[in-house]
């Protein structure tokens, strides 16, 4: 949508073909009529901050006042207890009790010394996260919960997972924003975010308006079924292209698309080619067929999927948390998120709504589950929290979605590279996005990655895609420049 966006306002024409009946993929915002009104909800908590200026101001050009600050309050739940997250040392410390909190400095303490005798080799997520906290505090706040999402032991996930998503933060950090709190200089956590008054959703919605106003179509309901191509022997290999400096890649070039919906199938030939259909799934639809190793590969890069449980609430307020995380393996649910803590517009006054996400496999017993079994799993935990009552519990609406995470196992990166290499060789074509490019982005990065694959077009100069979200540093950071703007 943002590549769509770009090139519209450039004058291009173009064609957005959706596989869902909705716009906006992992961001959009659904919305349920009851009998007291409308309850929307994204699919799981989205908030947006970034480093990127011209994103900022991309959403703004978009919304105009649909637009506003929120205070961030997040916990998660170890043990029936809530602390605050990410963590914060005075919080963790006054609920722990002596003895745990004793364990904590111990372990780190021994991993310190233990960095300086005999390093602990750093091959795997658990490596990096008991290097840097202790195994005490390392299982207290990450392993267990890394565990749930992936559905995999931390000594399985690549040590990428730990570098791309919490590079930076470190007890040292914690300590630091526990004892001055009010200190100037960068910000290791963010504590506030903005978010559009009727959901993530309104941005997609407002690329498709503007995008249909300009007379191009964006078809629902379709999906590619075939995509032709010609050039060089589908093994050449495909020389790299960084950012600003190369040009676009001579060689292959996409011809036609096939698309399918209801009505049929129908064949279009564009000059370009912008796709986030997962990996695994994109090289079946290459006619010719790409090389065996190309199959191969992609059909060893995985996803976890989610299924959502979407409650309404004859309460006025659930918690006080914009989300909740639940580490615990005896919760089957990893995250809960009240989305009238992020807009008063997400529920009619006087009641409110739990969107409660359970991950999983595609195919698997969580998969499998009907909507009266996962009420009956999820509703009674919740009330012992004193959440709400069953009584209270208005509706539930439940639905499912595969290849929401792409899976970092320990050999994820090679094979990624290998497709993502022989896609990158076509001149025409640009994969984008979390699964398009199965790299673990926020929504911000994969608006990123889109305009910058409309960028590439425009200029003929490819840009570099696949260093977005790159950066070595904890996740939780943003663009304070424009929220001081704001602020």
Same mark, same amino acid.
């Given at each position: ?9 450039? *004058? ?105 005798? +005999? ?42 997972? +730990? ?17 001055? /709190?009010?200190?100037?200089? /960068? ?13 993530? *959703? ?31 022997? &589908?093994?050449?290999?495909? /020389? ?9 890649? +001579? ?12 009505? *049929? ?31 191969? &590969?992609?059909?060893?890069? $995985? ?25 615990? $393996? ?20 006087? $009641? ?25 799993? +999820? ?16 509706? &539930? ?33 640009? &994969? ?27 200029? *003929? ?27």
């Amino acid at each position: 949508m943002a590549s769509a966006m770009e090139l519209v306002r450039a *004058g291009k024409s173009v064609t957005v073909v959706e596989k869902a009946d909705q716009v906006g993929g992992l961001a959009k915002t659904l919305t349920y009529i009851e009998e007291d009104g409308a309850f929307r909800t994204d699919i799981g908590p989205h908030r947006f901050f970034s480093k990127n200026q011209y994103l900022y101001e991309f959403i703004e050009d978009l919304l105009k006042e649909e637009w506003r600050q929120v205070r961030r309050l997040t916990r998660f739940c170890v043990d029936g207890k809530f602390y605050l997250y990410p963590i914060r040392i005075r919080n963790v410390l006054s609920q722990i009790g002596m003895v745990k909190a004793f364990r904590m400095i111990f372990d780190y303490a021994w991993e310190k010394i233990r960095g300086l005798v +005999a390093p602990r080799p750093q091959r795997s997520f658990e490596d990096y996260v008991l290097s840097a906290f202790g195994r005490t505090l390392a299982e207290f706040n990450m392993i267990g919960y890394t565990e749930k999402i992936w559905g995999l032991r931390c000594s399985e996930i690549s040590i990428n997972w +730990a570098t791309q998503r919490i590079k930076g933060l470190s007890v040292v950090s914690a300590l630091k924003k526990a004892l001055f /709190p009010k200190q100037s200089g /960068p910000k290791t956590l963010i504590d506030s975010f903005y978010y559009p008054s009727f959901g993530s *959703g309104c941005i997609y919605e407002a690329i498709r308006e503007r995008i249909e106003k300009a007379g191009n179509p964006v078809l629902l309901n379709t999906e590619p079924s075939a995509i032709h191509w010609e050039g060089k022997p &589908a093994s050449a290999p495909a /020389p790299s292209a960084r950012l600003g400096t190369g040009s676009a890649t +001579a060689g292959r070039r996409v011809t036609d698309v096939d698309i399918r919906s209801s009505t *049929g199938t129908k064949t279009l030939t564009p000059g370009s080619v912008i796709s986030s259909v997962p990996p695994s799934v994109l090289v079946k639809l290459f006619n010719p067929a790409p090389p065996v190793e190309i199959l191969d &590969a992609a059909s060893k890069l $995985k996803f976890r999927s989610q299924v959502y449980l979407f409650l309404i609430i004859d309460k006025n307020s659930v918690m006080q948390d914009n989300w909740i995380y639940f580490p615990d $393996k005896n919760i089957p649910f990893g995250r809960i998120s009240e989305m009238k803590n992020f807009s008063t517009e997400m529920a009619p006054p006087g $009641k409110s709504s739990l969107m409660i996400e359970f991950f999983c496999f595609e195919g698997d017993r969580i998969w499998n589950m009907d909507k009266n079994a996962l009420v009956n799993e +999820a509703v009674p935990i919740l009330e012992r929290f004193g959440f709400f009552t069953r009584s209270q519990v208005l509706n &539930a609406h439940h639905f499912r979605i595969a290849h929401v995470y792409p899976l970092y196992d320990l050999h994820y990166e090679e094979h990624a590279r290998t497709v993502m290499k022989w896609l990158d060789g076509f001149e025409n074509f640009y &994969a984008v996005g979390r699964p398009g490019r199965f790299r673990y982005t926020n929504q911000d990065h994969s608006l990123e990655m889109g305009i910058l694959a409309a960028q590439s077009i425009l200029t *003929g100069v490819r840009k570099d895609i696949e260093t977005v979200g790159a950066e070595q540093e904890y996740f939780e950071r943003g663009y304070h420049g424009a929220q001081g703007q704001r602020g």
